[in-house]
C-alpha cells in the first residue's frame, strides 16, 4: 500500500537500499449503489499526536470498536490524515488523531489492528485508532502482517524483506535468488509469505517468490502468465483461496495457486473501470479499488461494474474488522 499521492514508488523501491487475508464474510447486500461519499469535515489538525497507548479522537464514537471499519487515508505531502468509514455502509465514523505525515502506506493487522507506515518508523493502531505498538522501519510500497503470529514484514528494495518477529524488536532480512529489488508482499492463512520484485535481465523484469512459513529460504516461482512489464503500482493479496496479483497499467487482478515452484492461473478478475487501478484491498466478498482519487468497490471475484464509490482524493486503503 503506497502514500504520499501515488509517488514514482518503483523507482522509489529501487533506490531504497502493498491484504492480505480476503477471510470475511462482508457483502454488498442491502447497501445502496452508486452512493458518493467526500473526506469527513472534522479538522484532524485540532489534535495534537497520541502517545502509543492514547485514547481515540473525540471524533471518534464508542461504537466503531463494534463495526467494521474502512481505513482511508488522505491528503499530500505535508498535511495527511487517516478517515475512519463504517464497513462497508460508509458512513464516517472518526479518524486518527493529528497530522500523519508523511504517511507511506497502511496494511491489516491481528485483531482488526491496523499499521500505519511512516517516518520514523511503523505505528499499530487498535481497530479503534489507539496507537499500541511501533516497528523502528517502514517500506515506500507496501507492507504486510502474518495474522497468526503477528510477524509483520517490509519490502526493503534492495535489502530483501525485513521481517519483525511479533512486531517487535529487530527484523531479520531474507533474500530471493530469483529477485534483486523486493516490492510488494502478503501472507497466506497458514502463514506464507508470497513476494513480488525485480529481477535486472529477465523478461519484464517481474520476479516472484514464495517464504514458506518457519522456513528461512525462499522459492523461486514461475507463474504461468507473463506480466507485461515491472511497474510502480502492483499489489499483492491472499483472497481467501488464491493469491491475487494486480497486472501494473491495468485493471485485471489474476489469482493463482502454488503448486511447488509453479504459481498456476486460476482466473482473471476484470474491472470495468475509467481509470488503470493502482491499489486493492480483498474482504470476503467485496474489493475496494484505488483507482485515480476514488474508491470503487466492487463484487470479487465477479468484477464487472463499480457498486458504489467513495471519493475525494484517497491515498490508501485497508478495512478493519470488528475484534470478536
Known amino acids: 500500500m503506497l502514500g504520499l499521492r501515488r509517488i514514482d514508488c518503483w523507482a522509489a523501491a529501487l533506490g531504497l537500499a502493498v491484504f492480505l487475508e480476503g477471510c470475511g464474510g462482508t457483502s454488498l447486500q442491502g447497501v445502496p449503489p452508486s452512493t458518493l461519499l467526500q473526506p469527513p469535515a472534522w479538522q484532524h489538525n485540532r489534535f495534537a499526536e497520541a502517545p502509543i497507548g492514547g485514547v481515540p479522537s473525540r471524533e471518534t464514537p464508542d461504537s466503531v470498536k463494534s463495526e467494521n471499519l474502512l ?52 505505528y ?3 481497530h479503534d485508532g489507539r496507537k499500541i505498538g511501533f516497528a523502528a522501519y517502514q517500506s515506500l510500497t507496501s507492507c504486510a502482517v502474518d495474522r497468526a503470529s503477528g510477524d509483520i514484514a517490509f519490502p526493503a528494495g534492495l535489502e530483501g524483506i525485513a521481517i519483525f518477529s511479533h512486531g517487535r524488536g529487530r527484523p531479520k532480512h531474507f533474500y530471493a535468488a530469483n529477485m534483486d529489488v523486493y516490492s510488494y508482499c502478503g501472507y497466506d492463512n497458514k502463514g506464507n509469505l508470497f513476494v513480488m520484485g525485480f529481477k535486472y535481465g529477465s523478461p519484464g523484469g517481474v520476479a516472484f517468490a ?18 507485461r512489464t515491472y511497474g510502480g503500482e502492483r499489489e499483492v ?4 483461496r488464491y493469491w491475487a496479483v494486480l497486472e501494473y497499467g491495468t485493471s485485471s487482478i489474476y489469482r493463482f495457486a502454488i503448486s511447488g515452484s509453479r504459481g498456476i492461473a486460476k482466473g482473471r478478475v ?10 486493492y484491498w480483498i474482504q470476503g466478498s467485496i474489493i475496494s479499488v484505488l483507482s485515480g482519487d476514488w474508491i470503487k468497490l466492487f463484487k470479487y471475484p465477479a468484477g464487472g461494474r463499480p457498486v458504489r464509490s467513495i471519493g475525494g482524493g484517497a491515498d490508501d486503503l485497508v478495512v478493519s474488522l470488528a475484534p470478536n
Request: glycine content about 14%.
Open 270 to 279: 476484470k474491472l470495468v473501470e475509467h481509470a488503470t487501478a493502482s491499489d
Open 210 to 227: 514464495l517464504l514458506h512459513s518457519g522456513h528461512h529460504a525462499f522459492t523461486a516461482l514461475t507463474l504461468n502468465h507473463r506480466f
Open 237 to 240: 493479496q491472499w483472497d481467501g
Open 71 to 122: 481505513y482511508v487515508l488522505y491528503g499530500t505531502y505535508a498535511d495527511q490524515w487517516v478517515a475512519f468509514y463504517s464497513w462497508p455502509a460508509g458512513k464516517p465514523a472518526g479518524g486518527l488523531h493529528g497530522n500523519v505525515w508523511p504517511a507511506f502506506g497502511m496494511c491489516g493487522g491481528q485483531a482488526g489492528d491496523v499499521w500505519v507506515m511512516r517516518e520514523p518508523g511503523s
Open 124 to 126: 499499530e493502531y487498535s
